[in-house]
Antibody, heavy 116, light 109 residues
Framework: EVQLVQSGAEVKKPGESLKISCKGSGYSFTSYWIGWVRQMPGKGLEWMGIIYPGDSDTRYSPSFQGQVTISADKSISTAYLQWSSLKASDTAMYYC?????????WGQGTMVTVSS | DIQMTQSPSSLSASVGDRVTITCRAS??????LAWYQQKPGKVPKLLIY???TLQSGVPSRFSGSGSGTDFTLTISSLQPEDVATYYC???????????FGQGTKVEIK
């Protein structure tokens, strides 16, 4: 079965760092892009960026460039989304999704809560 | 940046009605357009890609059309299980971005 399994919910304080993960299985991890999508509470979907694990080619939405870092470790079929200094406004659900073109397989989501 | 604009932002229709949602790109994107369905509290699901190709397993009452800048998602006969928010997405056309529309919330009247 093709699936993406994300790491569990996180509760962090402002200023802390965080790295969440997305592990792919059931397909060739290096042959598809992995994208990251933010959904703030009660709001729509926002594309953050995308990585091609085969060569680590990474693209960012202008809205998120410099705010987050996307990476991947193809040896363990895992993509990552990380923050160096979280803000309260980073509170959201974060999804990873597989892409050949559109996002056909989605992870279950990781809820990140940033609160003092 | 190419912007994706959906209309309406919400609609209410009766079971069995034909429902149409539109998505407009600020520049031409050929047919690099997908539609997603997100039910409350659930993960988004791909319905249509390449503007008009139905993803495997998606009911045939869903259809997509359009090319260039104007696109449409149609539900031919609205069912109670179609209550959801629908998003369009431009993907991987120059520039290589995967931008979503703001969403259209569909409810039953």
């Amino acid at each position: 079965e093709v699936q993406l399994v994300q790491s569990g919910a996180e509760v962090k304080k402002p200023g802390e760092s965080l790295k969440i993960s997305c592990k792919g299985s059931g397909y060739s991890f290096t042959s598809y892009w992995i994208g990251w999508v933010r959904q703030m509470p009660g709001k729509g979907l926002e594309w953050m960026g995308i990585i091609y694990p085969g060569d680590s080619d990474t693209r960012y939405s202008p809205s998120f460039q410099g705010q987050v870092t996307i990476s991947a470790d193809k040896s363990i079929s895992t993509a990552y989304l990380q923050w160096s200094s979280l803000k309260a406004s980073d509170t959201a659900m974060y999804y990873c999704a597989r892409s050949l073109d559109a996002f056909d397989i989605w992870g279950q989501g990781t809820m990140v809560t940033v609160s003092s | 940046d190419i912007q994706m604009t959906q209309s309406p932002s919400s609609l209410s229709a009766s079971v069995g009605d034909r429902v149409t949602i539109t998505c407009r790109a600020s520049q031409g994107i050929s047919n690099y357009l997908a539609w997603y369905q997100q039910k409350p509290g659930k993960v988004p699901k791909l319905l249509i890609y390449a503007a008009s190709t139905l993803q495997s397993g998606v009911p045939s009452r869903f259809s997509g059309s359009g090319s260039g800048t104007d696109f449409t998602l149609t539900i031919s006969s609205l069912q109670p299980e179609d209550v959801a928010t629908y998003y369009c997405q431009k993907y991987n056309s120059a520039p290589p971005t995967w931008t979503f529309g703001q969403g259209t919330k569909v409810e039953i009247k």
